[in-house]
Structures are given as structure tokens and as C-alpha cells.
């Protein structure tokens, strides 16, 4: 089963509102997780580090204030999009690891934002 | 700067046959590499990886050759299975061993299955 789980699936809104992604690590607490974003066609890109308790790191080209990521706890990360315009729709991926080895990375099932 | 490429978009094989996806990458410092398999609307799903260490690494069906002279690794799936039909990502990472889980991801190669 599903060890990484986000919600929404799915999400419309209106251009200049903001919306709400939540990334839960199920049975496991993730001091780490991971969230991208993905163009039609194209690779998974590393938007930003989010770190429990702590700033997230974001990728050079990411606007921060854009993406909201905050890490409540060690078993939920989340991202806002503020302000979100048509040019924001895309397919956004959350991961969290297990354990300190690279490739134990569990991912969501993404969230397909659209905005109109 | 694309620092890991998956430069065929598509591969198309026929059931029981053997598929070959590759994946070249330019940093000199990845020293860990990944497949993962992807349906559409879902995450991907962790498949195979190895550690520059090693220039092959085999799970059942699957197996990962490295070949860091030329900086290239390929994923080779035998036998086909239509089950197997879905995107496949290479990802490349620095660090491995804790230093880092940041994936870099390549385009995706869309594998096709014939039965």
C-alpha cells in the first residue's frame, strides 16, 4: 500500500487564488520530504527540500514566496501555491524517505493542478 | 542544463522480448543512480538503482548496467511483460550515504509493451 499520500488528486481554481497541497508519510516519520513538479512530457523537477522544523531549501529558479512549503510535523509537508496563475497548472510530487539512503524515496500519488 | 537525459522519448517491444531503456548523464559527481517506473496520474515507483561502485546491479527481470567511462547506464528488462508499459525515469543523485537524497531526474522513456 501507499507509504506517501496527497491530497488533493486533483484541484481547478480560479486564477489569483491560492491552493493547498498536503504530502502525509503514512507509517513512518520523514524529517525530509521532497516536492516537484512535472510539465506534460518533460522530467520530474526538485522544486524545493522541505525540512521539519525548519525553512525549506529551494531550487535556484523557484520562488519561495510563490510556493509556500511549510513542515509541520514529521509526518506532514505542505505546499501553497499563492496567487496561482495558468502558468502554475502542472502535476506536483511529493517524496519522503525511509531512511538516509538515497533511493528509499517513497513518492505520492501528485496533485494535477489547473488553473484557469 | 540538463544534467541527465533519457534521449528516446518512446520504445515500443514486443511481449517476452527484451527492452533496453538508457539514460546518459554529464555530472562526473552522481555517484548513485535510480529507475523508477511511472503510470500516468500516479507517483513514481522505486524499481532498481545502482551505486557507482558497481557497474551492473540485477533484480529478477530488471537489471541496471553502469558504465561510468561513458557516463551511460541502461535498464534492461527481459522478459517484456505488457504489465511493464508505463514511463521509466532515470534519476541521478551525489552523495550517496546519507549526504543527500536529491534526485535529478531525466525526460522519461514511455515504454510500450505489445502483447
Known amino acids: 500500500g501507499a507509504v506517501v499520500s496527497q491530497h488533493p488528486s486533483r484541484v481547478i481554481c480560479k486564477s489569483g487564488t491560492s491552493v493547498k497541497i498536503e504530502c502525509r508519510s503514512l507509517?513512518?516519520?520523514?524529517?525530509?520530504m521532497f516536492w516537484y513538479r512535472q510539465f506534460p512530457k518533460q522530467s520530474l523537477m526538485l522544486m524545493a527540500t522541505?525540512?521539519?522544523?525548519?525553512?525549506?531549501?529551494?531550487e535556484q529558479g523557484v520562488e519561495k514566496d510563490k510556493f509556500l512549503i511549510n513542515h509541520a510535523s514529521l509526518t506532514l509537508s505542505t505546499l501553497t501555491v499563492t496567487s496561482a496563475h495558468p502558468e502554475d497548472s502542472s502535476f506536483y510530487i511529493c517524496?519522503?524517505?525511509?531512511?538516509?539512503?538515497?533511493?528509499?524515496?517513497?513518492f505520492g500519488e501528485g496533485s494535477r493542478l489547473t488553473v484557469l | 542544463d540538463q544534467q541527465v537525459k533519457q534521449n528516446s522519448p518512446s520504445l515500443s517491444v514486443q511481449e517476452g522480448r527484451i527492452s533496453i531503456l538508457n539514460c546518459d548523464y554529464t555530472?562526473?559527481?552522481?555517484?548513485?543512480f535510480l529507475w523508477y517506473k511511472k503510470y500516468p496520474a500516479e507517483g513514481p515507483t522505486f524499481l532498481i538503482s545502482?551505486?557507482?561502485?558497481?557497474d551492473k546491479n540485477e533484480d529478477g527481470r530488471f537489471t541496471v548496467f553502469l558504465n561510468k567511462s561513458a557516463k551511460h547506464l541502461s535498464l534492461h528488462i527481459v522478459p517484456s511483460q505488457p504489465g511493464d508499459s508505463a514511463v521509466y525515469f532515470c534519476?541521478?543523485?551525489?552523495?550517496?550515504?546519507?549526504?543527500?537524497?536529491?534526485?535529478?531526474f531525466g525526460t522519461g522513456t514511455l515504454l510500450a509493451v505489445q502483447p
Open positions: 517524496s519522503a524517505s525511509r531512511t538516509e539512503r538515497t533511493g528509499e524515496l517513497f
Open positions: 507509517d513512518f516519520q520523514a524529517t525530509t
Open positions: 522541505s525540512n521539519e522544523g525548519s525553512k525549506a531549501t529551494y
Open positions: 555530472n562526473s559527481m552522481f555517484d548513485y
Open positions: 545502482i551505486s557507482s561502485i558497481k
Open positions: 534519476a541521478a543523485s551525489a552523495g550517496y550515504g546519507g549526504a543527500t537524497n536529491k534526485l535529478i
